[in-house]
C-alpha cells in the first residue's frame, strides 16, 4: 500500500515531529502542505492529513489543501497535535464531504502549546510529542499500514 502524509504544523513543530519519526521509522513520504499547496495525491492508497489544532480545528490550509487535493475514493487517517489531546478531526468533515474516504484512523496526542495566556505560566504540554508519544504514532501507523 502506497501511503503519504500530507501536514501542516505552525506553532511548535509538533505535528511535523510526529509525522517525521513515522516517517523515520517507517519509510512514509511526508510534505509539508504550506510548501508543497499543490502536492498530487492520486498515486497514493493511504493518505495521512496531520496538523495541529488551532481555534479547535485543523489548520485552515490543511482544510483548504484536503478539499482542493484529496481524490476521491481513498482511505485516509488523521494526525493532530493539541493541547486538550482531544480528537478534533470532525473540523475535517467539509473538506471531505462528496469524496468518498474511507477513514481508517485517527491518532492524538498532546502538544507544547504556548498560546496566548498560556506563554505567561511557561506553556502548557511542555515535553510533548514526548518519545512515548512517537514511540505511540509509530505504532498507529504500522497498525493502520499493514
Ligand atoms: C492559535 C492557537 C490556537 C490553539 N487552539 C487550540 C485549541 O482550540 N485546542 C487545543 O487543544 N489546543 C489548541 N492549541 C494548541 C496547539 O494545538 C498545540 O500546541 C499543537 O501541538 C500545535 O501543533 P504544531 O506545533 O504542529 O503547530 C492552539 C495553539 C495555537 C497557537
Do not use: W
Not at 511548535?12 to 517507517?26: F, L, P, Q, R
Not at 490543511?62 to 481513498?74: D, G
Amino acid at each position: 500500500m502506497k501511503a503519504i502524509i500530507a501536514y501542516v504544523s505552525t506553532h511548535h513543530g509538533n505535528t511535523e515531529k510526529v509525522v517525521n519519526e513515522i516517517k523515520k521509522e517507517c519509510g512514509v513520504e511526508a510534505f509539508n502542505v504550506l510548501e508543497e499547496p499543490d502536492r498530487d495525491l492520486s498515486d497514493y492508497d493511504l493518505i495521512g492529513l496531520a496538523s495541529g489544532i488551532y481555534g479547535a480545528q485543523f489548520h485552515p490550509k490543511m482544510v483548504a489543501y484536503a478539499k482542493e487535493h484529496l481524490p476521491q475514493n481513498k482511505k485516509i487517517f488523521y494526525i493532530m497535535t493539541s493541547a486538550l489531546d482531544k480528537n478534533f478531526s470532525k473540523s475535517m468533515a467539509g473538506a471531505i464531504d462528496g469524496k468518498n474516504a474511507e477513514i481508517v484512523g485517527t491518532f492524538s496526542c498532546k502538544g507544547y502549546n504556548t498560546f496566548g495566556p498560556f506563554k505567561l505560566v511557561g506553556g502548557t504540554g511542555k515535553g510533548h510529542p514526548d518519545a512515548t508519544d512517537l514511540a505511540n504514532a509509530v505504532e498507529f501507523f504500522k497498525g493502520i499500514a499493514k
